[in-house]
């Protein structure tokens, strides 16, 4: 079992919204700043989209947007594109100096 | 341009060992924090490891703890991971990755297989 949870799955057709949630703890993502957003299609580098609860890297389109409320935190992902389609994962910083991840969120682009 | 080349996966028998290798360049590596994230098969990912950029402070997950040995050579721009004693359950693709806090950017992974 992962130290956040994500849903599973997620979906919307081209041109929609859709919102990833990712909750932890106080030990973690509700306690730092340094939560993260990554992208990964199978096979390939993981991506990061978002750091910081909302910042984005240069190149990441900024229908890409992240925000976090308490213990939970979302990633938006604004006018679907069919390249959206791939596994989300969330990751914070946590106690003990560790990072802990998500189990990751397919997204469908339908 | 940031690459980040992982090495040195294979089939291990349990209780084996296997050192991994991460070529860095695109970037300055001897003044950036690493770290290593795994994910088995159907699973999320999974923090490992980390070091500081000079190596004075090294970081591993509870279960690695004492098994797992994180090491860099800033004269090569190279990241290790030395595995002792593998389990089954350490069967998984395991990614370098640059930073700490949030690690920016990835290899494609080098997969580690332990079974008899």
């Known amino acids: 079992q992962s130290a956040l949870t994500q849903p599973p799955s997620a979906s919307g057709s081209p041109g929609q919204s859709v919102t990833i949630s990712c909750t932890g703890t106080s030990g973690d993502l509700g306690g730092y700043k340094y939560v993260s957003w990554y992208q990964h299609y199978p096979g390939k580098a993981p991506k990061l989209m978002i750091y910081e609860v909302t910042k984005r890297p240069s190149g990441v389109p900024d229908r890409f947007s992240g925000s976090k409320s308490g213990n939970t935190a979302s990633l938006t992902v604004s006018g679907l594109q069919a390249e959206d389609e791939a596994d989300y994962y969330c990751g914070s910083y946590a106690d003990s100096n560790n990072l802990v991840f998500g189990g990751g969120t397919k997204l469908t682009v339908l | 341009e940031v690459q980040l080349l992982e090495s040195g996966g294979g089939l291990v028998q349990p209780g084996g060992s296997l050192r991994l290798s991460c070529a860095a360049s695109?970037?300055?590596?001897?003044?950036?924090?690493m770290t290593w994230v795994r994910q088995a098969p159907g699973k999320g990912l999974e923090w490992v490891s980390a070091i500081s950029s000079s190596s004075d402070v090294t970081y591993y997950a509870d279960s690695m703890k004492g098994r797992f040995t994180i090491s860099r050579d800033n004269t090569k721009n190279t990241l290790y991971l030395q595995m002792n004693s593998l389990r089954a359950e350490d069967t998984a693709v395991y990614y370098c990755?640059?930073?700490?806090?949030?690690?920016?950017?990835w290899g494609q992974g080098t997969l580690v297989t332990v079974s008899s």
């Open positions: 695109g970037f300055t590596f001897s003044s950036s924090a």
């Open positions: 990755s640059k930073g700490r806090k949030h690690p920016d950017y």
